[in-house]
């Protein structure tokens, strides 16, 4: 990849991880007599001339553009003014994503033209054409008035697809994954491009990409790109939407008779879960009891009801939060089963266990069709009702008393695939994610249907009209129920999947046992070290009760849940960080707080650490009556047991030592922060992709 002849400058940009994933194995060289930014050689190797050596962000800036141009003269050799025009649209795009700069400072004319949400029309395309000529390794192009309506046409096609990995991977979900300018990251504070030099425990929430996840979305970018500049742009979409669909039933050991449907989150699969419900056969109402919702997605509870859950779906749709979907019946119930006590002390199984019965007989015995949960795990770990429960609550009992439909609320995905086979063997529907344990990106789900359900798709009754906002026809599996969702493609859902999948393929490639050994040595360090500081009260960790399984890892309580002591708690007991102040830690975690703590203080070091960690949970705690404290998690995941790119060649036992060490920095920084909690309290600082003033590549976690 890198030649003899580059700078030390040009080095520091190529170790970004971001650009070293999209280079690969491309000869990049220096030529400082040429006066282009840029030239492509036939071989595709990539000449950066002397324009090209300013700043920092306009190197980058230039590279990037130069990797897009060669990348799809490769893939589209016959289609070079229009590859040329698409290359231009992802430079603009990142180079604003990359720097947050107003738009009259780009370092070409071209960049705000090309960076606009809508497609420049001919006149101007052809104005631009001269700045973007001299880079093109082809000449003689038409550049006649009717080339650049040919071109424009074409462009109005392609220009929802342009742009970087990382732009797209924000489309596709909710205005939770729109990247803040100003921090370079997303509601749930992590990043669509790598970011190895933050220390991240976030699974039990989200999880920027690691490089391998980031070149699985980056090649099915290209693979989209590439067909449709072919004009096979929908067939190849297609193609992914099926391999997605396809991976996920292998790795889970779907059949043929069985269908996944693709999501952009958990809660919309429960939305479909309660959509197939409607179609079971009798057309009763459904009532929908629902496990701890206050302990799953937020917007759990309306999309149970069908109704929006957000003011805005994930086909860019405007919304009304709250009201009921088309198509959605409004006699719905929904009837919550709580898992932890007013205290907030986690709930005897056998109580849940008897409730969630007794509700499901009770609605049964009303002629009610039910959709029962079992959740499994919850944002802090419990999983309910038991196996023995749920099959008392769906024993036949005659034709008047139909069997419930249950779905298993797996969005956490800390189980092995086999009892997901097995939960689909006992015609259950399964709620998954490839954005919780296997660290993939925030807004992947898939909902795994059972023969059974999935017949349901063949009958004449169709799936409620309102759900042609939410989800495009390729994602579901074909079946008349279906033709009434539109036709299109879920481009952001597609890149996310297909990062999550190349952690899903990592993680396979690691045995059982060792996956187990790996995870139970992890955890046990980090419950010890929580537990021996003073300022955390570690929740009881509750192993996953489940059968019997060899070398079974899922039974590992693998979300570790911690309660911190308020800064001003000074009675000698211990009194937890209220959930709005919990919050306050959490972003300050994740931001470099050098310049507001202490230059004295024996922990100032980590004040530059960036540490990503779980959200916190909303629980009730004894010593904070009449309020809501804030449980932060350490959550073990995929990429814990399977290892980053950046690990390659790194002892596995030396590596897991690093990740305890990583765990004690970020509880060392919690420290410092309650030291100096008025201090930060004043400066209120925000999160931040990098640490302020630090190149990406100096920033790794000891």
């Not at 790598?194 to 999880?207: D, L, N, Q, V, Y």
């Amino acid at each position: 990849m890198f030649a003899h002849t580059l700078t030390q400058e040009l080095l520091r940009v190529l170790e970004r991880p971001d650009l070293r994933v999209i280079a690969g194995e491309r000869q990049i060289m220096l030529d400082p007599g040429l006066d282009l930014p840029f030239r492509i050689l036939p071989t595709g190797a990539v000449v950066l001339g002397l324009p090209a050596q300013g700043q920092q962000e306009e190197t980058a800036f230039f590279l990037r553009h130069a990797l897009e141009l060669a990348a799809l003269l490769e893939l589209a050799p016959d289609a070079s003014l229009c590859a040329g025009f698409c290359a231009a649209r992802t430079a603009a795009l990142f180079w604003y994503l990359d720097t947050g700069r107003a738009e009259t400072d780009a370092p070409a004319a071209w960049v705000p033209d090309m960076a606009r949400a809508d497609v420049p029309g001919p006149a101007a395309l052809r104005a631009i054409w001269p700045g973007l000529a001299p880079l093109q390794p082809v000449s003689g192009h038409d550049t006649g008035a009717d080339a650049f309506v040919t071109l424009h046409a074409r462009l109005l096609a392609l220009w929802p697809m342009l742009g970087p990995t990382e732009n797209l991977m924000a489309t596709g979900g909710d205005a939770r994954l729109a990247v803040d300018p100003a921090t370079g990251l997303n509601h749930y504070g992590c990043s669509h491009r790598p970011r190895p030099w933050a220390i991240t425990f976030a699974s039990s929430t989200a999880s920027s990409l690691s490089e391998r996840g980031f070149a699985g979305a980056e090649k099915a970018r290209l693979s989209l790109l590439a067909g449709a500049l072919q004009g096979r742009g929908d067939a190849t979409a297609c193609q992914l939407d099926g391999d997605i669909q396809n991976r996920i039933a292998a790795h889970f050991g779907l059949t043929q008779a069985e269908g996944v449907v693709l999501a952009p989150s958990g809660t919309d699969c429960e939305l479909y879960a309660l959509a197939l419900a409607s179609l079971a056969p009798g057309g009763r109402p459904v009532s929908n009891i629902l496990l701890a919702p206050e302990e799953t997605g937020s917007g759990v509870p309306f999309a149970a009801r069908g109704c929006h859950f957000a003011n805005d779906t994930a086909l860019g749709h405007r919304v009304t939060k709250g009201e009921r979907i088309e198509g959605f019946a409004d006699d719905t119930l929904v009837i919550n089963v709580p898992m932890r006590d007013v205290a907030g002390h986690v709930r005897p199984p056998a109580d849940v266990d008897a409730e969630a019965c007794r509700l499901t007989w009770g609605m049964r015995h009303a002629g009610q069709h039910v959709l029962l949960h079992r959740l499994d795990l919850s944002k802090t770990g419990l999983l309910a009702p038991s196996l023995a429960a749920l099959e008392h609550a769906c024993a036949t009992e005659g034709e008047d008393s139909p069997r419930p439909d249950v779905v298993v609320d797996a969005c956490q995905a800390r189980l092995d695939p086999v009892r997901v086979r097995a939960y689909l063997d006992m015609g259950w529907m399964v709620m998954v994610t490839g954005s919780k344990f296997f660290t993939g990106p925030p807004f992947c789900g898939a909902l795994l249907l059972p023969a059974g359900v999935r017949r349901r798709l063949d009958g004449a009754r169709s799936l409620p009209a309102g759900l042609g906002d939410y989800s495009y026809r390729h994602a579901w599996p074909a079946g008349r129920a279906c033709d009434m969702l539109p036709e299109g493609h879920n481009i952001g859902l597609i890149l996310r999947w297909q990062a999550a999948l190349a952690e899903m393929a990592a993680l396979s490639a690691i045995p059982r046992a060792l996956i187990h050994d790996r995870l139970r040595g992890f955890l046990s360090a980090v419950a010890d070290r929580i537990t021996a500081d003073p300022a955390l009260e570690l929740l009881p960790p509750v192993a996953p009760a489940r059968p019997p399984l060899d070398d079974a890892w899922d039974s590992l309580p693998t979300i570790l849940s911690f309660f911190v002591r308020a800064p001003d708690s000074t009675d000698g007991g211990f009194r937890p960080l209220a959930l709005l102040q919990a919050r306050m830690l959490y972003a300050w975690l994740n931001t470099d707080l050098s310049g507001l703590v202490p230059d004295d203080d024996p922990d100032a070091g980590l004040a530059a650490v960036l540490c990503h960690v779980g959200q916190p949970v909303p629980l009730a705690h004894p010593s904070l009556p009449g309020e809501i404290a804030g449980a932060l998690r350490i959550s073990a995941g995929a990429r814990l047991v399977s290892g980053e790119p950046s690990h390659a060649g790194m002892d596995p036992g030396e590596r897991l030592q690093r990740e305890v060490r990583n765990v004690s920095q970020i509880l060392g920084k919690i420290s410092l922060i309650l030291r100096h909690w008025s201090r930060l309290e004043r400066a209120a600082p925000v999160q931040t992709y990098l640490p302020r003033g630090w190149q990406a590549q100096a920033v790794l976690p000891a």
